[in-house]
């Protein structure tokens, strides 16, 4: 099971401590390799980036015109986290719904 978040996001905090035997990987330092980020754009589409963040309001209208791909590859911190490979799946986020489909009580 891989989470991919950032070191510094406070729900990716919580999915690591409920999950102690995942691997961590910072999207900010090693990004998402493009065969998970392929999946997570096929399953999640726009809803991948995340329009509320600093990040994006800091973008150009210009910018946030861009495909999803191409501005999750040049500011991996748009992503919404945490984004969750677990058993050939992929979660979004950690709410109830996606703990209760990890098995976190």
């Given at each position: 099971?891989?989470?991919?978040?950032?070191?510094?996001?406070?729900?990716?905090?919580?999915?690591?401590?409920?999950?102690?035997?995942?691997?961590?990987?910072?999207?900010?330092?090693?990004?998402?390799?493009?065969?998970?980020?392929?999946?997570?754009?096929?399953?999640?589409?726009?809803?991948?980036?995340?329009?509320?963040?600093?990040?994006?309001?800091?973008?150009?209208?210009?910018?946030?015109?861009?495909?999803?791909?191409?501005?999750?590859?040049?500011?991996?911190?748009?992503?919404?986290?945490?984004?969750?490979?677990?058993?050939?799946s992929l979660h979004l986020g950690w709410t109830k719904d996606v703990q209760a489909a990890l098995?976190?009580?």
């Amino acid at each position: 099971m891989e989470i991919y978040g950032l070191k510094t996001c406070d729900t990716c905090r919580k999915a690591i401590k409920a999950l102690p035997d995942a691997q961590f990987v910072d999207v900010r330092a090693d990004g998402v390799p493009a065969d998970v980020m392929d999946a997570a754009l096929a399953t999640f589409g726009d809803a991948l980036v995340n329009t509320r963040s600093t990040t994006w309001r800091g973008l150009s209208e210009e910018e946030r015109k861009g495909a999803p791909k191409d501005l999750l590859a040049a500011h991996p911190t748009l992503m919404k986290r945490p984004l969750i490979a677990a058993n050939g799946s992929l979660h979004l986020g950690w709410t109830k719904d996606v703990q209760a489909a990890l098995g976190v009580a």
